[in-house]
């Protein structure tokens, strides 16, 4: 059995993530990278951190080197473990654990500019 099969994580978000940052990882350059979301992504942003940690330790990479612009519904812990360097931004909703584990990264969640709710308010 090939590893991860049966769990999807061959479909993981992150592999996309990894491919537009190689240039980053590998050179320092800066990219900027926008996707759509799906709730099916899960841990988005932490297979990406966890080669970032591997390459430069946990220091990372410099602020704002990764960009990601994601725009949907998020899966569960959306930027888990997120590492120094990344900047992740979601236009839309996440389930929970959003930034568990934060580690250094920016983690960036807001409404669709679309939508017609407004906020609640509490005393």
Do not use: W
């Amino acid at each position: 059995m090939r590893a991860g099969a049966g769990h999807g994580l061959e479909d993981a978000l992150d592999y996309k993530l990894l491919k537009a940052a190689r240039v980053a990882i590998d050179t320092l350059t800066p990219v900027e990278i926008s996707l759509p979301v799906r709730n099916v992504h899960r841990t988005v942003g932490t297979m990406l951190s966890g080669e970032i940690a591997r390459t430069y330790g946990s220091e990372g990479l410099p602020d704002d080197t990764i960009l990601i612009r994601l725009t949907g519904s998020a899966g569960q812990s959306l930027g888990a473990f997120l590492a120094n360097g990344v900047t992740l931004t979601l236009e839309g909703e996440a389930n929970d654990y959003v930034g568990k584990g934060l580690s250094g990264g920016r983690l960036i969640v807001y409404p669709p500019r679309a939508s017609c709710s407004l906020p609640k308010r509490t005393s």
